[in-house]
């Protein structure tokens, strides 16, 4: 979900059996800044800015099945960036007011130790502009650092229970927007906020972050989140890509655009010169009951 406030957060539930294909889409009143699926509770957390009113500068569990809106937990000033870590114990906020990140214990509910992201030497303090948790662990993540420069990009740097390792990317024009492989060693990263729009590998060690390469325009447009699942990059754009080739996959791109954009769904699309926001040429569309989204 892209950042900013979302005064509502449209949720598509299931209500009929998997063949037919059915949904319904219910709208929650809840002003909210990020949203992120933690998958082995099976619930969506929210943040919530200081404008929710009563519950703000919390995060909230969401029921997705059933849209019930769960017990708000208070983390702290003006909440953005969340992150899960794969075993479903930690939560991670980033505090856009207090310029550091917070973790939440899932299993109690319950928001502990707090840390802060370290000063750029001529633009202060840094926040976090996007958080990753290291697969396989609870305690090390990868921040996307965030400046008040523009461009704002501050780095990627790791951090291990709250302390910053060595080695962190290079600012100005880096990363914005990061998902880990299946490897923890292996970082993907994406350029979202200048036409370079470089898409990143980013190796993770004990000294911390280093990029390794930039292959440019293979993701285009701005403010557009990347996942990763199965072996591939997914971008909000609609655009898969084969992350270890640095191509796109063109099959991967029909379930992306179907799933994402209101029932386009895109066979054999020539994607070497669409434009950002546009649909590429050879895309129809079709109803979405006649080609449902089935996993990769």
């Not at 996959?249 to 769904?265: E, H, L, M, T, Y």
């Amino acid at each position: 979900m892209s950042r900013g406030s979302i005064p509502w957060l449209a949720l598509a539930v299931a209500l009929a059996a998997e063949a037919a294909h059915a949904y319904e889409v219910r709208a929650l009143e809840l002003f909210a800044n990020e949203l992120v699926y933690e998958p082995v509770s099976g619930l969506l957390y929210a943040s919530l800015p200081s404008a929710a009113g009563a519950a703000g500068n919390s995060v909230v569990p969401i029921d997705p099945e059933t849209g019930s809106i769960g017990t708000p937990v208070f983390v702290g000033s003006e909440l953005t960036a969340l992150a899960t870590s794969e075993d479903g114990s930690a939560l991670y906020v980033a505090l856009g007011g207090a310029y550091a990140i917070r973790r939440v214990d899932l299993g109690t509910q319950l928001a502990g130790a707090q840390f802060a992201l370290g000063d750029d030497p001529v633009f202060g303090p840094y926040g976090a502009e996007d958080i990753e948790v290291l697969p396989g662990s609870s305690d090390a993540i990868a921040v996307a650092l965030t400046r008040s420069a523009i461009p704002r990009h501050g780095g990627v740097a790791v951090f291990d229970g709250g302390v910053r390792r060595a080695l962190t990317t290079a600012a100005h024009t880096g990363a914005n927007r990061i998902e880990f492989s299946s490897d923890p060693a292996l970082l993907y990263g994406y350029n979202d906020q200048s036409t370079e729009f470089g898409f990143r590998r980013i190796r993770v060690d004990a000294q911390g972050a280093t990029e390794l390469d930039v292959t440019r325009s293979l993701i285009k447009g701005f403010d557009i989140e990347i996942d990763h699942a199965a072996g591939r990059v997914y971008a909000g754009s609609g655009r898969v890509i084969d992350p270890e080739q640095l191509q796109v996959d063109d099959a991967g791109c029909s379930r992306a655009q179907f799933c994402g954009q209101q029932g386009a769904f895109c066979k054999g699309a020539d994607w070497g010169n669409d434009e950002p926001g546009q649909k590429p040429r050879d895309c129809q569309v079709v109803p979405r009951s006649s080609q449902p989204c089935e996993p990769r």
